[in-house]
Every structure is written in C-alpha cells, then in structure tokens.
C-alpha cells in the first residue's frame, strides 16, 4: 500500500467512525495531540524538541469547538480529493477554496491551524497529503543539486542567478553532487559553512558583496521564521555535507526565536520530526553588539517585552546562557535590525561577520560554544 493509500484509507476511517455517532445519535469528536510549549520534550537521540503525550479535542459536543471541528473534517475531504486527483495545493489556495463549499475562515492563520490539526490527526506531515506552503525562501551558492521532475531528471547549480534558487519541495528533496565541490587537500570540501540570513535586504547585500567567496559558504534567505522545508534542508546541508550552520537574525525577540526553531523545532510543528539542526549557532545580532557597534536601534516594545518573558519559560530557552541573553536583552532594552550596520557602510557587515567567524572559532577551540 503506497503512502497516499494509507492516508486516504484513515480518511475514510474516520470519515466512517463520524458518520456512525452521528447515525447512533452521538456527537463525534477527534483527539489530537496538544500543540503548545507544554506539551514538547527534548528528544536526547534526535537533538530536537518534539511533541508530547498530551491530547486535546475538537468536539461537536460543545458550541465553542464545533467550528474548528466541522473545518477540520472540511480540510479532510479537500485533502481526500487532492490525493484521488493527484493535485496540489499551497497553504493559501486551502485557505480560499473552503468558501467553494461555505466554508469560510476568518483568517490565513485559522485554515493553517485546521491542517495542522489534521496533520496530528494522521500523524503526517502536509506535505504528504499534497498541502504546501508557497515558497519564500531562497539559496545561493557554488552547490550543483539533482533535481527530479516526473520521469525527467535535471542538474542545476544554486548560484546560477543572484536572486537565488526558491527552496520548494523539489529542491528540498534533491540530490547533493558532492562531486561538484571542490576538495582542499585535507579532504574537506571547498564549501565550509552555511550562513542562513533572516531578511531578503541582507540576502541580497551579502551576495553583492560577494559573502559566499569571502566566507567559502552557502547563503540562505529564511524569510522570517524559516518554513519548514527550509529547515529542512538546512538540516541536510548540515548533516550530508557536514558543514556548520551559522544564523544571523534581527538583534529582537523575533530573531532570537528564528533561530531557537531552526535549532531546536517548532512547538506548533513539534509533531513534525526531522527539521531541527541542534548543532546550528546564532551568531547575532545580540544584544551586546548594539552596544558594543552603537547600531541604531529602538527600544522594546510592551509586546517584546512580554515575548521575552515567555521565552524565559519555555523549556527550549531553560539552559543558562539563553536565560543570560534574556536578562541581558531586557537589561539594554533595545533592539536593531541586521541592516543597522550599514550606518558605517553598506560593506560594513563583513567587517563585522569577519569578527564574528573569529570570535566563534576561539571559542569552540576553548569549548565554550553555546548550546
């Protein structure tokens, strides 16, 4: 049985399972696991944090679940005929196609937490019931991937143009050509790092400024917080080809997140294994940088504030040195954007990656890296 077969015969199992409390004069319900900082724990095999035991429903028992509970079964049915016509969809043409059926959401975010629903309801992730987002992140870089389209197979390299290649599931799944690398005489490969950038303006100031030759890396525009088959495939480059994943973010509570996802995964997604890269290091902008550059800054709003404080109790931020980045955040109580640094130049930030590629190597040879 393929995976689409298995998937569309729980569908009918629980399309089944409904219609028989209905007809015997029961509410239906369905349990799912709870998608919260609660209820994640930290896998020591995997390095990532993961969903727990802790379920919750979406019941017609009750008024205040019955519409989640109705659109849940309605996202079900449109992704039983996504599978029976072999079609895809992104997550925004889900959103719209509801109200063919009466099916309105009052919001992008409500159809994307009905999907995650049933994501936790098969125990797949949407890509394999043919849901996915739209792409908005994007890689540059001296790479040459094999990419396979139907019964075609092609070859492309990831810096044939600076606007860089989108990261969609075709790419996230393609082949690494190792052997389009070239190999320095220790047997490493001429590629020595991954720079994962939070914003498009400083994806596209690096490459102008010719970041991937200076550093020997690959660039990555996350697009804000990283979707996930971007963290996917930063999790490959850094395990297939064993090169170090640097982050370099918003010097905010954003940012700091960004990067704690790209790390350690996503609670809301923390029922998707396999996107976490533990080993990854946000290497600014910290707080301490806006004071040690003087880079133009804002001070924190109420809301970042409060994001902090949350922070301080999620059980991702529990080590101290990211309860120490919280102190300090809150202490100075400023924020600055990754473009700050052109106040000293547009190719001021080199100057600073420069330093920052310096000051890590010193300390993972003194061992005092963060976690």
Do not use: C
Request: hydrophobic share 35%; no cysteine; charged share 35%.
């Amino acid at each position: 049985m393929s995976r689409e077969e298995r998937i569309l015969k729980r569908l009918r199992d629980i399309g089944e399972w409904i219609s028989k409390e209905i007809a015997e004069g029961r509410r239906p319900y369905l349990r799912l696991r709870e998608r919260s900082t609660s209820n994640i724990v930290y896998d020591e095999e995997s390095g990532e944090y993961v969903i727990a035991d802790s379920f919750a429903e979406r019941s017609a028992k009750h008024m205040n679940q019955i519409r989640a509970f109705a659109n849940t079964v309605r996202i079900a049915m449109f992704v039983a005929e996504l599978i029976r016509r072999g079609k895809t969809a992104t997550l925004r043409e889900t959103y719209y196609q509801g109200e063919a059926y009466g099916v309105f959401f009052k919001d992008q975010q409500e159809s994307n937490e009905r999907i995650m629903d049933l994501e936790t309801l098969l125990d797949v992730p949407r890509e394999d019931f043919h849901i996915f987002p739209e792409e908005r992140s994007f890689v540059y870089g001296p790479l040459e991937v094999e990419v396979t389209e139907g019964h075609e197979t092609k070859r492309l390299r990831l810096d044939v143009i600076e606007d860089g290649i989108a990261i969609g599931p075709k790419l996230t799944t393609a082949r690494f050509i190792k052997e389009s690398l070239k190999e320095k005489h220790n047997g490493r490969y001429d590629i020595e790092r991954v720079i994962a950038i939070e914003s498009g303006g400083m994806f596209s100031r690096l490459i102008e400024e010719r970041a991937h030759e200076r550093f020997n890396a690959i660039l990555i525009h996350l697009g804000g917080q990283a979707p996930r088959a971007t963290r996917r495939f930063i999790k490959r480059l850094n395990e297939e080809l064993g090169l170090p994943v640097y982050i370099f973010t918003d010097g905010d509570p954003r940012g700091m997140h960004i990067a704690m996802v790209i790390k350690y995964g996503s609670a809301h997604a923390a029922h998707v294994p396999g996107l976490a890269t533990p080993k990854a290091i946000r290497m600014g902008v910290r707080a301490t940088d806006i004071q040690e550059y003087k880079l133009p800054s804002d001070k924190l709003s109420e809301i970042d504030k409060k994001r902090l404080k949350d922070l301080r109790k999620d059980p991702r931020y529990q080590h101290k040195f990211y309860q120490d980045q919280i102190s300090t955040r809150l202490k100075i109580g400023r924020k600055a954007e990754q473009q700050s640094f052109a106040r000293y130049g547009l190719a001021y930030v080199i100057n600073y990656l420069e330093r920052k590629f310096r000051l890590l190597e010193e300390m993972r040879e003194e061992n005092r890296l963060p976690p």
